[in-house]
């Protein structure tokens, strides 16, 4: 039996990927290391609102939250 892993946020991964965005460029906007926002972008941890609000404002101002923080794990 074939087994699909599961992504978390595969849409917020995908538009990082689009246009460049690294987790560091992540980690230095919210003022954490690259180490947390690897841990958050892997579900051991999560986003709080304010962080999630402050990464789309400032990198995907024309997306919504509930779109670049879909997480498919959930399903």
């Known amino acids: 039996m074939l087994t699909i892993k599961k992504n978390k946020y595969p849409n917020l991964r995908a538009e990082m990927s689009r246009i460049g965005i690294k987790q560091i460029d992540i ?10 926002i690897s841990n958050k972008m892997k579900g051991k941890s999560k986003f709080d609102i304010n962080e999630a609000f402050l990464i789309k404002k400032t990198f995907f101002p024309n997306l919504s939250l509930d779109y670049l923080f879909y ?5």
């Open 71 to 75: 997480d498919d794990t959930d399903n």
């Open 27 to 36: 980690a230095k906007l919210l003022g954490v290391g690259e180490a947390t």
